[in-house]
């Protein structure tokens, strides 16, 4: 399995046409977090799911998931759509799976090192990835299309964060995430969400780098509060990042990357209607 024939591990559940489903649910694209993989065994093994249409269900990356490795050989979520006839294991795996979310509205699951808070990330120009995420219990939704490229979202999947790595919280936050997303879909009964939860939407317009990968910088900024121009977001010692402009900071956290911190970017509206102006006229 970690050779030449690496596959994704796909299963469709649910009554119906097997052949064909329109619905998927996406775990593992990175092999070391386990919120996904964890939240879809217990869907399917203790909760009788009934569901109630077919359902794809992914392992994206087996042989990194075995090994608790985020990839083997490169971040498949860089590399979208893939390559068949790749060395990297990963660009075949990305090649297989763009084929089989083609037809699909697919919810990807991931953690992160940056914010507990549950959020989506997508591109402009799929407003059905845009209704879904609307209609999952988060507390952000994030256009990403303008600095990440290679990302399953540029496929129209909606891509969610539910937690910290390794937390239980981020395991409970995908179990309820993935059955809103399969409520909102028809493929459960009931309703997405809780009519309480407020979301807000932004994008991001810039990575926010750091300025030497060694030393090791202090982050002030808080994910999702506003930084304004002039304020310091990192210090290392008697060094200080200022910022230059207004900018709301994005999965940014000291160690989660080695070179960047993290995204900055802008909100764009606390609606749904609002997002999908700002989306929709973005990508025509
Ligand atoms: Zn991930």
Redesign the pocket.
């Known amino acids: 399995m970690f050779d030449g024939n690496v596959s994704p591990d796909v299963s469709v559940v649910g009554p119906g046409d097997h052949d064909d489903p329109d619905v998927a649910v996406m775990v593992s ?2 092999g070391d ?1 386990f919120a996904g993989p964890r939240a879809v065994y217990r869907f399917l093994d203790d909760d009788d799911p009934a569901l109630q249409r077919p359902v794809k269900f992914i392992v994206a990356n087996p042989p990194a998931a075995v090994s608790d490795l985020r990839y083997l050989d490169v971040d498949m ?1 860089r590399v979208v759509p893939g390559d068949p006839d790749s060395e990297d294991r990963e660009r075949r795996l990305a090649a297989q799976i763009v084929e089989e979310i083609d037809d699909c509205l697919t919810l990807s699951i ?2 992160t090192h940056a914010t507990p808070e549950p959020l989506a990330f997508l591109h402009a120009g799929f407003p059905d990835a845009l209704e879904a995420a609307a209609a999952l219990p988060l507390d952000y939704v994030v256009e990403e299309g303008q600095v990440l490229e290679g990302v399953f979202a540029s496929r129209g999947v909606v891509s969610v964060e539910t937690g910290m790595a390794r937390s239980d919280a981020a395991t409970s936050n995908a179990r309820k995430i993935v059955r809103a997303f399969l409520r909102y879909a028809d493929a459960l009964d009931g309703e997405p969400r809780g009519a309480d939860r407020e979301t807000r939407y932004y994008e991001l317009y810039e990575t926010a780098t750091k300025p030497s990968r060694d030393d090791d910088y202090r982050l002030l900024a808080e994910n999702f509060r506003p930084v304004e121009a002039g304020e310091t977001y990192a210090e290392h010692g008697d060094q200080r990042l200022v910022a230059e402009e207004d900018f709301v900071p994005v999965l940014m956290s000291e160690h989660g990357y080695p070179d960047i911190f993290g995204y900055k970017g802008r909100e764009v509206g606390r609606t749904l209607e609002e997002a999908r102006e700002a989306w929709t006229e973005s990508a025509e």
């Open positions: 694209v990175h977090e979520n991931h953690t």
